[in-house]
């Protein structure tokens, strides 16, 4: 029976619950706080200049093609991907480079350059990322984790896969050179790990890119966005911009509904919620309503680092500079910064950074003759204590001069566009709790049924999709946890 749904946020996850539920019959209604759709990959346009403002990876692109076929259309007529080559050029603080693609013999000859004793260990790697990537992404990425039974059936193959080990010492089991070692275990990073602290089933990104490669989509990420949102009208759904969600009506371990902040109230069958998951519980909902996820419980729970962000835009190109469309700069110190990172939290004085240079592979995301950046650095998130209403200058300062110094000579006089994103405003305008970037971090013990669940403990028709539910952050796990609550509320 078609029910009425209500689904909080647009972002990749709220979206794609959206449009799978609308396909299925439901009347579904979308909430966006915000001017236009995506949540984190929000759009900010500036002198001509086109910035995606969250993710610019796709990986596992049939993700989508499988919502667009659950919509009885075809992604390929609405969004064109073009796969990356290589994936990430990766320096090290020497400038040094490794070019990582899913070309075995085209990385085989990478690894010969820097270290040739490494090429065997870097076999046996992928081979026992193959079966990690089997279990934890094949098998479990798109079912949920309700019971803690559900667990323990897999407990035997996650002991026997090792996930016991984290991303870096599972890493340096096959790799023995330092700068090998950080090209091949920097992945957890990409969402919201340590890989000193997070477990070697997230060694499983490498075989899925190897898999199926990076892509980049034309126009940027925005345009899966863009795109995605029609798709879901195309089929009925409805899309309610500007209308932040206040409250969330709860009785008897039931939903209800929302309340908006200007007090409108809407009514539904089931919620499906994409806001953060600390911040649905801790803002939403009373406390005096919930008995799993107490505040005290949400502030128990580890939380990932956050970003600081650079959008910038050049009036030159810098074609000749050694660049690629996604770069990684590595700063002089690896263990060290990870742990004022996750674990001291505080902002040192070196960085490592992912320099995003899109305008390379889409001319039209800068104007002719322009080219169009982000700049990104993990930070601590607002458990810092780090006040960035005066300090973001001083940080931004510093990485465009390292910037400038060292990969784009003339920048500063070059500028004709800039803006830039703190843990603030991960925290105040994308409402996560303590600005963490990527929701709960992704150590083992906050990895499925560890993680805040797909269907609420506390409301039987409260469901979660995003990045702090399971299976976690980055655009395959999102797009899963959409398909998990399409199942839990249809099936």
Excluded at 88 to 106: L, S, T
């Amino acid at each position: 029976m078609p029910k009425n749904i209500i689904v909080i946020g647009s972002g990749f996850g709220g979206l794609a619950a959206a449009i799978r539920l609308q396909a299925r019959g439901h009347k579904v209604k979308l909430f966006e706080k915000r001017d236009k759709l995506g949540g984190r990959a929000y759009v900010y346009e500036q002198n001509g200049f086109k910035f995606d403002g969250g993710p610019t990876i796709v990986t596992a692109p049939f993700l989508f093609d499988e919502i667009w076929q659950a919509a009885g259309k075809r992604r390929e007529d609405d969004v064109t991907f073009v796969k990356c080559d290589p994936f990430y050029r990766i320096f090290d603080h020497n400038k040094r480079v490794f070019n990582y693609n899913d070309d075995e013999m085209y990385i085989l000859e990478q690894i010969h350059n820097i270290n040739p004793e490494d090429k065997r260990g870097y076999l046996n790697f992928i081979h026992s990322t193959r079966a990690i990537f089997d279990k934890g992404f094949t098998e479990l990425a798109d079912k949920p984790f309700l019971n803690f039974t559900d667990m323990l059936k897999v407990a035997p193959d996650l002991i026997r896969l090792q996930s016991y080990l984290n991303v870096y010492p599972y890493v340096s089991k096959f790799i023995k050179d330092p700068f090998l070692r950080q090209c091949f275990s920097f992945h957890p990073l990409l969402i919201g790990g340590n890989p000193y602290d997070s477990s070697s089933i997230y060694a499983m990104i490498h075989y899925l890119e190897r898999k199926w490669g990076v892509w980049y989509a034309m126009g940027g990420t925005g345009a899966i966005v863009t795109a995605m949102g029609k798709l879901f009208e195309s089929i009925g759904g409805e899309i309610f911009l500007n209308s932040e969600v206040s409250e969330i009506l709860a009785e008897d371990g039931r939903v209800q509904g929302i309340r908006l902040k200007d007090g409108t109230e809407h009514r539904s069958d089931d919620v499906v919620s994409n806001a953060d998951v600390a911040w649905t519980y801790k803002k939403l909902i009373p406390e005096a309503k919930r008995k799993k996820y107490t505040d005290s419980k949400v502030d128990s729970l580890k939380y990932s680092m956050s970003l600081f962000v650079i959008y910038f835009g050049t009036r030159k190109q810098y074609r000749d500079q050694g660049l690629a469309h996604h770069n990684i700069i590595l700063g002089p110190r690896y263990k060290g910064l990870l742990d004022d990172i996750f674990h001291k939290k505080v902002v040192a004085q070196d960085f490592s950074l992912y320099l995003h240079m899109p305008s390379l592979t889409d001319p039209s995301m800068a104007p002719e003759g322009g080219e169009s950046f982000y700049v990104l650095s993990p930070v601590p998130h607002l458990g810092s204590g780090t006040d960035w209403t005066t300090f973001a200058k001083e940080y931004r300062d510093r990485i465009m001069k390292f910037l400038e110094d060292n990969y784009l000579p003339g920048l500063q006089e070059n500028l004709v566009a800039e803006h830039h994103i703190d843990p603030l405003h991960f925290q105040d305008e994308l409402n996560s709790h303590l600005g963490a970037a990527f929701s709960v971090e992704p150590v083992l013990t906050q990895s499925a049924w560890f993680r805040p669940h797909n269907r609420s403990e506390d409301f039987s028709n409260l469901y979660f999709v995003g990045a702090g539910t399971h299976p976690g952050a980055g655009l395959p796990g999102v797009l899963s946890s959409a398909k998990i609550a399409e199942d839990l509320i249809c099936d």
